[in-house]
């Protein structure tokens, strides 16, 4: 009993435990943004610079994965997807990311557009906050169904890809309305030249050169970059990496020949600028590369991959389009407009409409208008698509033979939209006879991918489309 | 500590002989009666020789005894003259029985060497107990490592101690740069995305048990735990599975590590000096030379396995151009540019450590205080003008205990360490060493001149604090109490500099990062301990644990400076700043009874609530029971195996967690710049206010027996987790809206396997003995449920493999494997590959083998060997891969050659697959990376009493670490050369830990 008397601990104990049991675990850690704080008026424009950034994080993934697949680039790296892309092929793994983030950018848009409502409620409705989140969502949806080969909206059923246009016409249409009321020019512009992008999708030629019409042929609007922010990532793998180059491109072996560089600057079309970082002498194709590149000297401390592509069995020829980290991409422009009322006048046999518009395209860029041959070519009528398969990588090898309108228009359309993730929706819109076989296709290989497809993510998650053979196949 | 005080009672009560403390200042010990003599001598390892402090010393039929002191010694007063019989014992070491004849009025020596029991089931265990309890009565396998085996092992850091030397614990190894971290698993993984790490206590609080800061262009990452100072550690206790860890509730799924560091002991001060001198050697990478072909490395995947090269090739004779950077070849005439004046990459290290410590006290108050200095070169070898790549170490530890009064002790335990490392960039950084030698003219450098990289000044200081009180009050044999209060802290101060003019960014470019973590403990339990009835003893425990995890980081970058010189954040014109700040706390209860029947059988049962600052708010509490038994079957009267003295059985089932990250219950967006650069807001986490921990289940069943004396000992466990609840990050169909991943309670996973300590004495005389150990162990694990996820898809959801095309989660399959394509027609005459995903292997091992054997000889001479295996893996292989597509890999040139110059209708898919650049594959260089080597080699040799002046004793040893690989199916450079060898597995222009090898002479005076 006396030894009882001794156990005073029970009292601390029985303390600490209430110490421990009363105590709040609840800690809120700085740097975390609660949903419910963002309800105010004055972080309206934080809200919808976010739906930008979702937009603006994939839109540069289009231009360099699309550039790759299309001949807008070379992979010369060492990323094990860009030697797959260089063949053409795409698979569903490879979706993966684009998918997602189209997705999201677009329903962050919508969710920003719910969160206006809620806090400016009526008024939301004639700012150019508003107007902007629905070019950001349509062109969301624009992009989904120019790349993908079919759609899927809300974890629903297989759709074919118009049904993104659909989506991007409804959100382009409220753009231009919103930004009317807003008295927003630059989104008026955008929703028109929205609505032109997601007519040309569904084939509805007179719709797209009418609300194309309501474009000035100056007009841009662009994904925005910033080398503190979200850096391009075309910038990023050719001025900061020589993972892809124009060496072997279209682009140095035809529209801005190689051969017809000047101190390593090209001296041809300026909108397909680029640098000769290294020299590569040897004139077999690939894989009958040898080694031994020579420094040219003007891309010393531009990049890890200066002068040979990270690869290292090719020289570097980079791009000089986006020359800095925080280089815009244009989304929507005016001489897109006009391109899109040139295939419309060569769909009608029209060529001197074509020959005006192409004219109106190269001035605005500095290009000089077409030359006799380009003109007799044109007017010797629409003619049909053709691409030849160089044997050699021969710089002066022409890929295209320029004897119609269609081969001009498709000419310009690769340069004018050149790097801005649009030519593999062109290939595959136009079944493009490159698709049966580029000059980087190797023996044995199958057609190339003209389109993205569902990728695993969707096809795993969704039970509507799990058994389809976009799934299974 | 309680351990202290709970095994001082253990020995009162159990001896039951009144101590005489005759400790202090032998010289004025007088001889107290004129019919008595005085004995002495020292108490020490029969092998390693090392004092035992602390031994009991009694004279058999009298009431005479001791403690030993701190110096070894023992001192006997009043003992009668004549024959006396004389037993010295301790915990953890087989007793020792000598005669010896005192003659009256004088004095008689008699020195005893106790030899370490691999079983000792009276030894007392802190780690997954209430309190201590002895090792008969705990229901769970643990596992121990002493200051005997590290004193005998070649350990540069903490990882080594436990390399190879406990069954079921897996140190995936650091890399060749030193200041590398190390990873550790213990059982396997049983989370597929809460991390796998154990939770690490020293002194009883909790340190941190993860990477600290980091470099992503050296690839590797730095542990904390590893800046533990392997001289100060009495000793190591490993937990390893939920049913044990239980007490430790949420975050101990992953199994606990407890350090125990050395103590101070009454007797006067006793010095211990300690020099190491050592260097370390890089094995040869790559080919050898001139005329040696990949048959002779690899022979059963060259030419005589038929598939890869043609017979009797000459390969590469420049290895992978490390070894060998001078010597002419095609694409550098006159050698290399940049290639250090020796023509080698490669040059010896050299590592220098000095410690000294001492340790001593009185009766009521003890100390231990100890320092180290070290310093270390790697084996990478810059040319003059750079900083090599090394480390700079600092450690002082003062450990202090006292008895105020009978019944009370408290410990305080203060230890700071520094540790400054020079990195050279490395591993997949486009701008590392090994990336651009071993690529050749296919790597990055202007020139080819790969010296340039070493212009990237990248550096690292840690400082490191541990400073603890613990208090244990024991008013009575009934009951006991400990309070442990005490911090963790970290600081790393990373810096990343390319000065302007560098080769890669011009105008130069600055990364400065500053990482602190602390953590706090409050650690409280009490025992209350009571005879019930006759031969039922119960023991029940309860206590409460509050932890708080505090991390603040603060990233800087900056680039484009106006011209040379070290240029500091904000000089430039582009700088950015990211800070984070994250706390973590959590707190809990146990309540804990043990009932010993007749002191053979202990039946357990206890549970644990805990509470997780970032469980969802709808989740309340999470509970974790555990049940356990033991029953030394040798104890019973019925036992009818006199030659096995020890035979104890045992099982355990309980529970324990693993919670979720800081945000993951709550949803969140994320500030971000947007456009151009003005602040935006996105989407950051959807939450999920029901979020809990995962919990995991385990049941575990063993025996422990010893044999013929202690001469035959094994200890053997089977185990089974499945981890419930599992946390997967699962998202909706992306169509649906955000791709952004909801971690949800979903999943199961399982995790099994066995282990098996033997150890062997097969000889042993007083002049010789011979040891063998073995630790066998077996791990595998799969995902049986991925609730909506499950259907036989790949999905992410694996943050330890970061390469996302190689991070899949597959029901039926492994927690960590590897997914990749394989040859889908292999070996195939004139046809290309076809590739097919599939499973290539385990990223873990699924076994491991720890042999090691002892002898010594005189007790003055030591050998002891360690031999490690780890199988049942595959590690991907990126140099040969990337350098296969740029014609760069030796080994595979004979291949090329005839795809660009010859018939290619005589390679087979396989050769083509490999080997042609267009066509090859991660997949196809993903290798078995089984591998056996000889981990430590030690030579020790303890000198002759009076050589060095004024000592007491002196040993010299010479130690070898990582002697020899043999990896027969891996075609990389090593299998442990991974890149950021904490969160990665695979291979990627990494140094290979290298040869280490030591001389140590060890001085106590």
Not at chain 1, 319 to 325: A, I, W
Not at chain 2, 312 to 334: T, Y
Not at chain 2, 373 to 402: L, S
Request: negative net charge; proline residues 5%.
């Amino acid at each position: 009993m006396k030894q009882r008397t001794r156990f005073g601990l029970w009292p601390l104990i029985a303390g600490f435990s209430v110490l421990l049991s009363g105590c709040t675990l609840e800690v809120l850690n700085p740097g975390a943004i609660l949903d419910e704080d963002l309800n105010t008026p004055d972080l309206m424009p934080i809200v919808v610079a976010g739906s930008s950034a979702e937009l603006n994080d994939i839109m540069d993934g289009y231009a360099f994965t699309g550039g790759l697949l299309t001949e807008d680039l070379s992979g010369t790296g060492s990323y094990f997807s860009t030697g797959q892309y260089r063949l053409g092929r795409f698979t569903r793994e490879d979706s993966e990311g684009f998918w997602e983030q189209t997705h999201e950018a677009a329903w962050a848009s919508g969710e920003a557009w719910a969160r206006l409502q809620t806090v400016l409620e009526s008024a939301a409705s004639s700012t150019s906050d508003a107007a902007r989140l629905w070019y950001l969502m349509g062109t969301a949806h624009q992009r989904l169904g120019e790349n993908f080969c079919d759609v899927v909206y809300d974890k629903g059923g297989l759709q074919p890809r118009t049904a993104s246009f659909d989506s991007a016409i409804i959100a382009f249409n409220q753009a231009k309305a919103i930004g009317a009321a807003a008295s927003s020019a630059t989104y008026q512009s955008a929703g028109w030249g929205g609505l032109a992008q997601a007519h040309v999708g569904l084939g509805d030629w007179s719709s797209a050169v009418a609300a194309a019409g309501n474009v000035a042929t100056d007009f841009v609007i662009e994904a925005i970059y910033h080398q503190a922010a979200n850096s391009n990532q075309v910038y990023n793998e050719t001025w900061g990496r020589a993972e892809v180059g124009v060496w072997a491109t279209p682009i140095a072996r035809q529209y801005n020949k190689a051969s017809e560089v000047v101190n390593y600057k090209s001296t041809g079309d300026p909108r397909v600028p680029y640098t000769v970082c290294g020299e590569w002498t040897d004139t077999n194709r690939p894989p009958d590369v040898t080694l031994g590149v020579t420094p040219t000297g003007t891309c010393t401390g531009q990049g890890s991959g200066a002068t040979q592509g990270a690869g290292g069995l090719t020289a570097h020829h980079r791009q000089d389009k986006y020359t800095e980290r925080g280089s815009n991409v244009p989304t929507i422009s005016g001489t897109e407009m006009r391109l899109i009322e040139a295939e419309n006048a060569v769909r009608n046999g029209d060529a001197a409409t074509f020959i005006a518009k192409i004219n109106e395209v190269r001035a605005h860029h500095g290009a000089g208008a077409l030359s006799a041959a380009d003109e007799a070519a044109a007017n010797s009528g629409a003619g049909a698509l053709n691409w030849d398969n160089c044997s050699t990588w021969a710089a002066d090898c022409d890929v295209n033979v320029i004897d119609d309108m269609w081969s001009i228009l498709d000419r310009e359309r690769y340069m004018t939209l050149w790097l801005e993730g649009r030519r593999f929706w062109d290939l595959h819109r136009w079944d493009h006879p490159f698709l049966n076989g580029g000059t980087l296709i190797g023996p044995g290989e199958p057609r190339r991918a003209s389109c993205m497809p569902i990728p695993e993510i969707e096809c795993t998650l969704n039970e509507n489309i799990a058994n389809t053979s976009v799934c299974t196949g | 500590m309680m351990f202290d005080f709970k095994w001082k009672s253990a020995w009162r009560n159990t001896t039951g002989i009144a101590v005489v403390l005759a400790l202090v200042g032998f010289g004025a010990a007088e001889i107290a009666a004129q019919n008595t003599g005085t004995v002495t001598g020292l108490v020490r390892d029969n092998s390693v020789q090392i004092p035992l402090s602390g031994a009991q010393m009694t004279v058999d039929g009298t009431p005479i005894g001791g403690l030993v002191n701190n110096q070894g010694r023992y001192l006997l007063l009043n003992v009668p003259a004549g024959e006396q019989t004389i037993t010295a014992q301790i915990i953890g070491y087989g007793s020792q029985t000598l005669t010896v004849t005192v003659v009256s009025g004088e004095t008689a020596t008699v020195d005893f060497n106790l030899r370490q029991e691999a079983l000792s089931l009276e030894g007392v265990i802190v780690t997954g107990t209430a309190g201590a309890a002895r090792r008969k009565e705990i229901g769970n396998a643990i596992s121990a490592v002493t200051a005997a085996d590290i004193e005998v092992a070649a350990v540069t850091d903490f990882g080594d101690i436990l390399q190879g030397r406990t069954a079921g614990v897996q140190i995936n190894d650091h890399g060749g740069q030193v200041g590398s971290g190390s990873q550790i698993r213990i059982r396997g993984n049983n989370s597929l995305t809460q991390g796998n790490d154990p939770l690490i206590y020293i002194d009883g609080v909790r340190m941190e048990n993860g990477q600290i800061g980091g470099s992503d262009e050296a690839a590797q990452e730095p542990n904390v735990f590893d800046m533990i100072n392997p001289n100060d550690i009495d000793r190591i206790e490993i937990v390893k599975g939920p049913a044990a860890t239980t007490l430790y509730g949420t975050e101990a799924a992953g199994g606990v590590i407890q350090i125990f560091t050395k103590r101070g002991s009454a007797g006067a001060p006793a010095w211990t000096l300690s020099v190491d001198q050592g260097t370390s050697i890089m094995p040869h990478a790559g080919p050898t030379g001139l005329g040696s072909t990949y048959d002779e490395r690899y022979p059963d995947v060259g030419a005589a396995g038929g598939w890869l090269l043609p017979a009797d090739e000459v390969i590469n004779p420049f290895g992978l151009n490390l070894n060998d950077c001078s010597s002419p070849r095609a694409w550098a005439p006159s050698g290399e540019a940049g290639c250090p004046e020796s023509g080698s990459w490669f040059a010896p290290g050299y590592k220098q450590d000095y410690n000294l410590s001492v340790r001593g006290g009185g009766e009521t108050a003890t100390y231990y205080v100890a320092g180290r200095f070290g310093k270390e070169i790697g084996t990478i070898q810059v040319p003059d003008g750079y900083d090599p790549q090394g480390a700079d170490d600092m450690q002082v530890r003062g450990n202090i205990q006292f008895t105020p009064f009978d019944g009370l002790q408290v410990s305080l335990n203060n230890t700071y360490a520094r540790r400054k490392i020079t990195w050279i960039p490395n591993g997949n950084n486009a701008s590392g060493l090994y990336l651009n030698v071993i690529r050749g003219p296919a790597g990055y450098t202007p020139g080819n001149d790969d010296s340039l990289v070493l212009e990237n000044d990248i550096n690292q200081t840690i400082d490191h604090i541990v400073t603890s009180a613990s208090i244990g009050w024991t008013p009575n044999n009934m009951f006991s109490h400990r309070l442990n209060v005490g911090m963790d802290y970290t600081i790393s101060d990373f810096v990343d500099f390319k000065a302007w003019g560098y080769y890669e960014e011009f105008q130069g470019d600055r990364e400065s990062d500053t990482q602190t973590d602390r953590n706090l403990t409050l650690d409280y339990n009490g025992t209350f301990s009571y005879d019930l009835f006759a031969g039922v003893a119960s023991n029940f425990s309860w206590g409460g644990q509050m932890y708080e995890e505090y991390g603040y980081v603060i990233n800087g970058f900056d680039e484009l400076f106006a011209g040379p010189g070290e240029q500091l954040l904000g000089n430039g014109n582009n700088p950015a700043v990211y800070e984070g700040r994250t706390t973590i706390r959590s707190g809990g209860f146990f309540a804990q009874e043990t009932l010993g029947f007749g002191d053979r059988l202990f039946l357990t049962a206890g549970m644990r609530w805990d509470g997780f600052s970032t469980f969802g708010e709808g989740f309340g509490l999470a509970a974790y029971p555990k049940l356990s038994a033991a029953y030394t079957v040798s104890d019973e009267a019925w036992w009818f195996f006199p030659a096995i003295e020890i035979m104890k059985v045992r099982a355990a089932w309980g529970q324990s967690g693993k919670a979720p990250g800081a945000f993951d219950a709550k949803r969140i967006y994320e500030a971000i710049s947007a456009d151009e650069q003005v602040p935006g807001v996105i989407i950051g986490n959807l939450g999920n206010a029901d979020l809990g921990p995962e919990l995991s289940t385990e049941i575990e069943t063993g025996f422990e027996a010893s044999a013929f004396q202690g001469r035959v000992s094994v200890d053997f466990t089977w185990y089974n987790q499945t981890t419930n609840d599992a946390l997967l990050g699962v998202q909706e169909a992306p169509s649906g809206g955000t791709e952004e991943a909801t971690l949800r309670n979903l999943g199961e996973t399982k995790n099994w396997g066995t282990e098996l300590s033997l150890n062997l004495i097969p000889v042993t005389t007083e002049n010789f003995e011979w040891s063998l150990g073995l630790n066998y162990s077996t791990n595998d694990s799969e995902v049986t449920d991925l609730g909506p996820l499950t259907g036989g898809s790949t999905v992410r959801t694996c943050p330890e493999v970061p390469e996302d095309e190689w991070c899949k989660t597959h029901d039926g399959y492994p927690l960590f494997f590897r997914w990749d394509d394989r040859i889908a027609n292999p070996g195939v005459l004139g046809e290309l590959p076809v590739k097919e995903k599939a499973y290539l292997g385990h990223l873990y091992p699924t076994s491991m083998i720890g042999a090691s054997t002892r002898m010594t000889l005189a007790r003055s001479l030591t050998f002891d060997v360690l031999f490690e295996s780890q199988r049942g893996f595959v590690r991907p292989i990126g140099p040969a891969y990337q350098n296969v597509r740029r014609r760069q890999w030796p080994m595979c040139l004979p291949i090329a050659d005839v795809w660009y110059n010859g018939d290619r209708s005589t390679l087979t898919s396989t050769q083509v697959g490999n080997c042609v650049g267009p066509y090859a594959d991660w997949g196809y260089w993903t290798d078995d990376a089984s591998f056996i080597k000889l981990r430590s080699a030690t030579l020790s040799w303890r000198l002759p009493e009076g050589l060095v002046p004024g000592a007491r004793t002196a040993q010299i040893s010479l130690q070898g670490k990582n002697l020899w690989t043999y990896a027969p199916h891996y075609r990389g450079l090593d299998p442990e050369a991974n890149d950021r060898r904490r969160s990665a597995m695979f291979e990627y222009y990494n140094a290979a830990p290298p040869r280490v090898f030591l001389a140590n002479i060890q001085i106590n005076f």
